[in-house]
């Protein structure tokens, strides 16, 4: 796990997370999050430079005010040069 982080920060250059918007119900609360990612390197065609989308749903459990239980499904854009 953290060799695969390690790859992560060499190959992208910065990233941010923008949530779209929130629900809550009960002890449980959904997000919908923007991410966007600068590659750092070239990877495969698409040059340095490129950003990378994804569109995320995150549903987080919470119990005595911490998160228990963190549950994502990504879906990325179609990557283009």
Do not use: K
Not at 8 to 25: D, K, N, P, Y
């Amino acid at each position: 796990m953290h060799a695969a982080a390690e790859q992560g920060r060499r190959t992208i250059r910065e990233q941010r997370f923008e949530v779209l918007g929130a629900v809550a119900s009960g002890d449980t609360v959904a997000l919908e999050v923007l991410w966007t990612g600068v590659l750092a390197v070239p990877l495969g065609d698409l040059p340095a430079g490129h950003v990378l989308r994804a569109h995320i749903a995150t549903f987080l459990e919470f119990r005595d005010g911490l998160i228990r239980a963190q549950r994502n499904y990504d879906c990325y854009e179609p990557l283009r040069p």
